[in-house]
């Protein structure tokens, strides 16, 4: 996955560091590149799949009542592709210029999936979780008709929290989460063993898919030899469920946030063991 045109930053924390990305490669471009960048060695390990819906229909009759609903809420890149690429195929015009809907974001991903896809995105959360995208524009939405596009594995919180709110929610699946169907628990094995140095998650299905594949009890004992990222709270504390306590977690899903916590994990530890003279091992903060 190295690019050898790529300029390499040997003052990095990450510099020489084996770090295993378990998000899907097609996610993953901007990612690698960066800590590429930084002399990191990226290794692709996924641990999700995408798939569309079985039945298209609910989400057909939605994209053709596009215009009517007040918000479309994103909570995902996923989301936003899948929607744009099921408009395509079936000629709705979900782009004609009109004030309605209004579109929001989870969070930079999110976002700059709905930009590239053609939409115009009215807000972004600042906190960039569903519950707090309901939070902050609990106003707008209170007494609206609101689409919420989103896996069949997705959160229940945000869906009731809009309820909460007086909402009229329109919740369809737009997209299947799965198991991986090409990663196995060899695989597994042989990537995540003490040659690596970091794993990133970037979803709770992911730390899910995990350990049905190696077991709770090997997923947690992966803490003594590698440092396990998260990116966000939700996917940490699926982590955390699963017995891991010693989490670094990243402060948005962005590529910048999660070289950021893993630098500064590397650097503290870098700097631990100079002042010790021992090797420290795992990460170092839940």
Same mark, same amino acid.
């Given at each position: 996955m190295a690019d050898s045109a790529a300029p390499r930053n040997a003052a990095s924390p990450l510099f020489g560091h084996r770090i295993v990305i378990t998000r899907a490669v097609e996610q993953s471009s901007d990612l690698v590149t960066k800590l590429e960048r930084r002399g990191a060695i990226p290794i692709s390990l996924p641990l999700v799949a995408f798939s569309t819906p079985e039945n298209f229909a609910p989400l057909d009759a939605a994209l053709r009542r596009w215009h009517e609903f007040d918000w479309v809420l994103f909570t995902s890149a996923n989301a936003v592709q899948s929607v744009?690429?099921? /408009?395509?195929?079936? *000629?709705?015009g979900i782009l004609r210029p009109s004030s309605r809907p209004q579109v929001a974001a989870v969070g930079p991903a999110t976002n700059d999936a709905a930009t590239k896809a053609?939409? #115009?995105v009215a807000h972004v959360a600042k906190t960039h979780?569903?519950? /707090?995208?309901a939070e902050e524009l609990a106003q707008q939405l209170r007494n609206k008709s609101v689409f919420l596009p989103r896996s069949d594995r997705a959160n229940p919180d945000l869906p009731a929290a809009l309820k909460k709110l007086g909402a009229n929610v329109t919740e369809v699946v737009?997209? #299947?989460?799965?198991p991986p169907s090409n990663v196995d628990r060899a695989r597994v094995t042989e990537v995540l063993d003490e040659n690596s140095d970091a /794993?990133?998650?970037f979803s709770p299905s992911a730390a899910n898919n995990l350990a049905d594949l190696i077991g709770r009890e090997a997923l947690a004992q992966l803490q003594n030899n590698i440092a396990i990222a998260a990116v966000g709270p939700v996917t940490a504390t699926a982590l955390r469920d699963h017995g891991?306590? *010693?989490?670094?977690? /990243?402060s948005d899903a962005t590529a910048d946030a999660v070289i950021a916590a893993l630098e500064n994990y590397f650097a503290n530890r870098a700097s631990a063991n100079?002042?010790?003279g021992s090797h420290a091992s795992g990460a170092t903060h839940g």
């Open positions: 744009a690429q099921r /408009a395509t195929t079936t *000629n709705l053609g939409l #115009h979780l569903g519950i /707090a995208l737009a997209y #299947h989460t799965l /794993a990133l998650f891991l306590t *010693n989490v670094i977690t /990243a100079q002042s010790t």
